[in-house]
């Protein structure tokens, strides 16, 4: 079945430091890709998204990039924020009416 | 609007015991859907609904029971709790149930633990 694995957490940065989050996933079809972040006591909230392959998603400075041929999707910032702090997860949607398959999520420290 | 609502955000049950989770969302949207989120294994999928009336089964629907009477409300039942079920659970919403590339809104999640 589809799957979507993410790199263990949690990822500790300093301020303005950049970020890479790796998102490799499996999937029968072409799937649409997303990433989803949770801040603390929070629901998720959608970030960024793809939907077919070499589609750019950005969104606060954030970017992902479909890659068929490496089958990933990882997330990226130039110049992280402590504001930034959260859970990221990488997710993918491949069955019609939305089926979210999630990776297990990346915890993001962020220090000043 | 007030989006996608759930409650009660903190739950602790017996073994055994029953319970409803209520979800609601003002949004007008036909889908609906239950995850639980469990350390290590992301979120995962219970039930869903394409719209009031119509609900199917997710990824892991054993223990839970849904309906959808109303295009605003899905509760997910526990009809017999098991300390298994101990996890945070995420109701969401989208505005259509035919396009796959539509955003997902979460709640704020419930967190049960069952003892």
């Known amino acids: 079945g589809d799957s979507v694995t993410q790199m263990e957490g949690p990822v500790t940065l300093s301020e303005e430091a950049f970020l890479t989050i790796n998102c490799t996933y499996t999937a029968t079809g072409y799937p649409s890709l997303f990433w989803y972040v949770q801040y603390p006591g929070e629901g998720l909230q959608l970030l960024l998204k793809?939907?077919?392959?070499?589609d750019k998603g950005s969104n606060k400075g954030f970017e992902a990039t479909y890659r068929k041929e490496t089958t990933s999707f990882h997330l990226e910032k130039g110049s992280v924020q402590v504001s930034d702090s959260a859970v990221y997860f990488c997710a993918l949607s491949d069955q019609g009416f939305q089926k979210l398959v999630f990776g297990t999520g990346t915890r993001l420290l962020v220090s000043p | 609007n007030a989006g996608v609502t759930q409650t009660p955000k903190f739950q602790v049950l017996k073994t055994g015991q029953s319970m409803t989770l209520q979800c609601a969302q003002d949004m007008n949207h036909e889908y609906m859907s239950w995850y639980r989120q469990d350390p290590g294994m992301g979120l995962r999928l219970i039930h869903y609904?394409?719209?009031?009336?119509?609900?199917d089964q997710g990824e892991v629907p054993n223990g839970y029971n849904v309906s959808r009477s109303t295009t605003e409300d899905f509760p997910l039942r526990l009809l017999s709790a098991a300390p298994s079920q101990t996890s945070v659970y995420f109701c969401a919403s989208s505005p259509q149930r035919a396009e796959i590339t539509d955003t997902q809104y979460f709640g704020p999640g419930t967190r049960l633990t069952v003892l």
């Open positions: 609904s394409v719209g009031a009336g119509i609900t």
């Open positions: 793809a939907t077919k392959a070499d």
